[in-house]
């Protein structure tokens, strides 16, 4: 990998990390909102935002690193979005009083123009492609 | 918050932004220019936030929650200096790209920080 110690991803890769980073930093911003002011109107929808928003900084960080570790971290981080979105998309269409409170991955991340659904799958596509120890950029 | 400053603000970050994206999708490295225009972009977040300190002081109040003005504030003022640092360490084309994003996303945070200001909670 490029010559650098510590440092797994490189090239278009990064575009995923400063992506990543600026989601989690949205979503941990926007759950620390809920929680302090309104945690109590939707237990459910606020506690989602916290785990999607701490999941969001352990993706960016995984992606970040480099190793056999953090590229694992990185497929169940990313894996779990992409499952959180799907589902809390889903359930959020089909049973509205379920998510009264938006959440990130409310309608499939409609709210952050889609970028929670799109972004797990160009994740697993990069991480496929860049296996550790394997040089194929 | 001072809506024409809000929206100069909006429109320099969204420039900034168009104008990294572009220069880095055609191969430029960070550059002066470049970084000058996130710099540009911080110093006008720092008088925001100069000016979100004076303005209640003066009868001029958000109608919205002001916690989530200030976590959107204080999250726009990190973004810059992490990508412009990102731009020093890695002279790629693509962290002009980043650059990009970065002006791109505080233009967002903007447009939604006048949001919070002006019509939340009317």
Redesign the interface.
């Known amino acids: 990998m490029s010559g650098q110690v510590g440092v797994q991803i490189s ?2 890769g ?2 995923l990390v ?2 990543y ?2 989601l989690a ?2 979503a941990t ?2 759950s ?2 809920q929680v ?2 309104k945690f109590d109107q939707a237990p459910l929808a606020y506690a989602l935002s916290v785990i999607a928003a701490v999941v969001y900084g352990i993706a960016t960080w995984a992606l970040i690193r480099s190793g056999a570790g953090a590229y694992r971290i990185a497929w169940v981080a990313i894996g779990f979005e992409l499952v959180g979105v799907i589902t809390v998309g889903t359930l959020s269409l089909a049973m509205p009083n379920l998510f009264p409170h938006d959440t990130v991955w409310s309608k499939f991340g409609m709210g952050y123009v889609f970028i929670p659904a799109i972004l797990p799958i160009v994740g697993m596509w990069w991480l496929a492609r860049h296996r550790p120890g394997v040089d194929v950029s | 918050m001072i809506e024409w400053f809000a929206w100069a603000q909006f429109a320099v970050a969204l420039a900034a932004g168009l104008l990294c994206l572009t220069l880095g999708l055609a191969r430029r490295l960070p550059s002066d220019l470049t970084v000058g225009a996130l710099a540009l972009v911080e110093a006008l977040l720092l008088a925001q936030l100069v000016v979100a300190l004076i303005a209640p002081t003066v009868g001029n109040r958000a109608t919205g ?1 002001v ?2 003005f200030y ?2 504030l ?2 726009a003022l ?2 810059p200096p ?2 412009a640092l ?1 731009g020093l360490l ?1 002279r ?1 084309r ?2 002009t ?2 650059l990009g ?2 002006a791109l ?1 505080v233009a967002v945070m903007v447009y939604r920080m006048l949001q919070i200001w002006t019509v939340q909670g009317v």
């Open positions: 090239g278009v990064r575009l400063a992506v980073g600026v930093l949205a911003g926007r620390i909102v302090f002011t | 929650s916690l989530e976590v959107y204080v999250g990190l973004i992490f990508a990102w890695e790629t693509w962290s790209v980043v994003i970065a996303s």
